[in-house]
Nanobody, 119 residues
Framework: QVRLEESGGGPVQAGGSLRLSCAVSGNLRYMAWFRQAPGKEREGVAAIDSFARTRYRDSVKGRFTISQDKAKNTVHLQMNSLKPEDTGMYYC????????????????WGQGTQVTVSS
């Protein structure tokens, strides 16, 4: 039984920052953030494993940072220099297969938190 709860989304101006958080009940090896815009495919943003190894989508490298607080069992996504193209529903996901950005590798999903970046 695994539960994921995202928070931290909202409206923001281009160039601004947001910090998303994912509270996790249970302890799975791989955690990730995905996003989806209306009419678009869900796409992987960042992933992290229990050794703090990470993977990032090319378009967010240098701007986004995924991290984990093991003591509090939470995962964060720090998003800086936001662009309108970053707009979408952001989902936290957990899995056991491997570290990566393929949605099919993840089993558990949160309800999502909306991020809207205006120009």
């Amino acid at each position: 039984q695994v539960r994921l709860e995202e928070s931290g989304g909202g409206p923001v101006q281009a160039g601004g920052s947001l910090r998303l958080s994912c509270a996790v009940s249970g302890n799975l090896r791989y955690m990730a953030w995905f996003r989806q815009a209306p009419g678009k495919e869900r796409e992987g943003v960042a992933a992290i494993d229990s050794f703090a190894r990470t993977r990032y989508r090319d378009s967010v490298k240098g701007r986004f940072t995924i991290s984990q607080d093991k003591a509090k069992n939470t995962v964060h996504l720090q998003m800086n220099s936001l662009k309108p193209e970053d707009t979408g529903m952001y989902y936290c996901a957990a899995g056991t297969y491997d570290l990566g950005l393929l949605a099919s590798w993840y089993i558990y999903w949160g309800q999502g938190t909306q991020v809207t970046v205006s120009s």
